[in-house]
């Protein structure tokens, strides 16, 4: 096994509620009202959609806003995973990702642990480029059991609420995550910060027309016959475990751009799609930020 190379579980589509868009020679992400499950493939229109986004949609509506989902793992925190994380918007590059107390950061030594005083309180973060990055994987169908679909969030409403509900299915299933019926649904509210405008996250929910003792029933009868055929849960999640922990950074380079693009609001220019051609001096500014503050804290002590 390559070490430093964080070993995820193996993605065949995406599943998104916005899109990027071209206006006026600049690529911006705008939100949408409903889910759109795509492939990994993109054209010059951007990510073609995966066959289950047209079969669902004739089976829920026009407009899809809940997906039947199982999970890969019993273990919440491998379902979904997040970080407070600040990407290179240049290169894509994870340059610090975070947990509000540690972090691992790229510094012109290679990757360093510092403390996390989360963005708010990080004088790397003012720039407001350090933001809550969630990627939870799902199962839509059982075509490829292994195989999954990612949601990628940087919204603090997502994040938070399906951290609560994978929390409270595992206790409440004795930890039967991975057999739980269970559906993604899209969900809207008006803050203040909105303006009373309606905003959107997803949360996670047993599956439409059944009761929360009738999906256990059904996750218990899954998870003892897959034990019986000899599938052995345990021993996935220990994987994936090792495998989250085998590299410093989860997403690639070539995940990165695609993250930049999809949820930083700045403009971003049409002839930097191919941003991992382009290099950036950003981590080698953080480096020399760091020593600034390392020598500032030095002066103090002094």
């Given amino acids: 096994m390559l070490k430093g190379l964080v070993l995820t579980p193996p ?7 916005g899109k990027v868009v071209e206006k ?7 939100k949408d009202d409903e889910f759109t499950i795509t492939s990994q493939i993109q054209n010059k229109d951007g990510w073609i959609n995966h066959p289950l986004n047209e079969t669902l ?13 199982r999970l890969l793992f019993n273990d919440p925190d491998l379902n979904l995973r997040a970080n407070y994380t600040l990407f290179d918007r240049q290169t894509g590059r994870p340059v610090c990702v975070g947990n ?29 480029n350090c ?4 990627r939870l994987n799902v199962r839509i169908d059982d075509e490829d059991e292994l195989g999954s679909f990612v949601f990628r969030t940087t919204g603090f409403n997502s994040i938070r609420t399906l951290s609560t509900r994978l929390r409270y299915f595992a206790a409440a299933s004795g930890d039967l995550l991975s057999t739980l019926p ?16 309606p905003i959107y996250y997803v949360d996670l929910t047993i ?18 016959e897959r034990k019986a055929a000899g599938f052995d849960q345990d021993a996935l999640d220990e994987a994936a475990k090792l495998g989250f922990e085998n590299g410093a950074f989860e997403d690639s380079e070539e995940e990165g751009v695609a993250v930049v693009e999809e949820f930083y609001s700045d403009e971003i220019p049409i002839d930097n799609r191919d941003k991992s051609e382009n290099k950036s001096n ?7 930020k760091v020593e600034q503050l390392n020598l500032s804290e030095v002066s103090i002590q002094g």
């Fill in 24 to 30: 006026n020679g600049k690529r911006l992400p705008e």
């Fill in 57 to 69: 949609r004739k089976e829920h509506g026009n407009k899809l806003r809940s997906i039947p989902v």
């Fill in 131 to 134: 933001k809550p990055y969630g």
């Fill in 282 to 288: 950003l981590a080698t500014k953080l480096g020399k």
């Fill in 182 to 197: 269970l559906e993604l649904r899209l969900r809207g509210k008006s803050t203040t910060q909105s303006h009373r405008a």
């Fill in 100 to 128: 509000g107390e540690t972090c691992r950061r790229a510094t012109n030594t290679g990757i360093q642990s510092f403390p996390c005083p989360a963005p708010e309180s990080c004088e790397l973060a003012k720039s407001g």
């Fill in 207 to 224: 599956r439409t027309g059944m009761t929360m003792a009738e999906s256990i029933v059904k996750a218990k009868t899954l998870a003892d």
């Fill in 11 to 17: 993605v065949i589509g995406r599943i998104t509620i």
